[in-house]
């Protein structure tokens, strides 16, 4: 985008829309427009998934493991049943 280079005053206007588009006028007359994310570097370069990349055979896909050494605390107690604070005794 060129600047106007001439003797006169000129009136430069930008227009940024929500869908990320913009427009750029000078004079009233549109000079440039498009999409943000496309033509200008806001965001960084989108990754490219490596073709030869995998995972090892021994990958284990489970969310959560359990750890086979964990133990409870000695001072652990779990009732049975959990008292009703609000309930009335005969």
């Known amino acids: 985008l060129r600047c106007k280079d001439d ?7 930008l227009i940024v829309r929500p ?6 006028k000078i004079d009233n007359k549109k000079v440039e427009g498009g999409n943000l994310d496309e ?6 370069p989108k990754k490219i ?7 090892p055979d021994d990958w284990d896909e489970r ?18 049943h959990i008292p009703d604070p609000d ?3 005969p």
Do not use: G, M, R, S
């Not at 998934?49 to 995972?55: F, S, V, W």
């Not at 133990?71 to 107690?77: G, I, Q, T, Y």
């Open 19 to 24: 869908d990320n588009t913009y427009e750029v």
């Open 63 to 80: 969310e959560k493991i359990d750890d086979v050494n964990d133990k409870k605390p000695e001072d652990w107690d779990k009732p049975e």
């Open 87 to 89: 309930a009335k005794k």
């Open 7 to 13: 003797v006169f005053t000129h009136l430069y206007t």
């Open 49 to 55: 998934k490596d073709p030869n990349a995998k995972k």
């Open 39 to 44: 033509d200008w570097d806001f965001l960084p």
